[in-house]
């Protein structure tokens, strides 16, 4: 016997019976053909879904909202996404086990999932928290081994390999000429009805003592599509010594894609973390963001992801 689950795309939890859900999982993104799911292809947002469904016997598949919609092949050790689903379901998880819901969700979607998706935690969101619009910031980081590095072959799913030496204090001196609120349409693939304006909160390299590998740490309100790969290609010639360190500003104050900058493979980028306000001022955060991103790109505009 099916239990009903009830679900929407809205913030909030009606009072008549939907709960919403809050997951923090992580997954190996190189089998997947992306997040968003797709006819046909094999996705993260298809797969946690299946789950869900399965996991709560739901008559219809279980929508889900995420905070980084994250391309083919990319990774995420930080992901967080929400589900509205009907609480008498919820609590029906545990069956005859003392287990709270919580812990029985993780545990039977562990036996559920495949192995490259791990659901690390399942809880009752606080009242107001959406995924995406309750976000205050993601990081992503790129991972990058030059000849100046080991190229460790256990590694090679999330780190791109590269012949040259990178000079990583130049790489480092033009991603700073890029942080702050400013329009990123030179680094993201135009989609119709999205708006390309976003606050960089860091971009900054470093080099691992140990292994030697480059690593990108890229931090911002929201990403556009394809952002954060874009502007590592835009970097990573000024490492080469191709570019002046001015090079990515320059391409960025142009306003518009430039051939010139390589789109970075997607195995090198994982999403890291989300980060969140406190739990009382995430309704207000949803609703502040809703209107900044309509007051920027108009009523209806579309918001994607790395």
Known sequence: MHIPVLLQAG???????PVRLRLDLGYDGTDFSGWAAQPGRRTVEGVLSDALTTLLRAPEPVRLTV??????????RGQVAHADVDD?????????????????????LAGILPPDVVVHRVCRAPDGFDARFSATSRRYRYRIADAG?????????????????LDVAAMDAAAGQLL??????????????ATTVRTLLAFMWTRDVESGVVEATVV???????????????????????????????????????????VMPAHGLSLEEVSYPPDADLAARALEARARREEIAGPGARHTGD
């Not at 702050?180 to 009805?193: H, I, P, T, V, W």
């Open 220 to 262: 911002a309100d929201a990403f556009c599509h394809s952002m954060v790969r874009a502007l590592v290609g835009a970097v990573v010639p000024v490492g080469l010594g191709r570019r002046d360190p001015e090079w990515p500003r320059q391409v960025q104050l142009a306003g518009i894609r430039d051939p010139r900058v390589l």
């Open 11 to 17: 913030v909030g939890i009606r009072e008549d019976g």
């Open 149 to 165: 590095a080991v190229h460790d072959p256990l590694r090679r799913r999330d780190t791109v390999w590269l012949r040259d030496t």
């Open 180 to 193: 702050g609120l400013g329009d990123f349409a030179a680094f993201c693939k135009r989609r119709e009805g």
């Open 67 to 76: 905070a980084g919609r994250t391309d083919a092949g990319v990774h995420a």
């Open 88 to 108: 008498t379901a919820y609590l029906a998880v545990p069956g005859r086990s003392d287990r709270s819901p919580e812990q029985a969700a993780i545990t039977r």
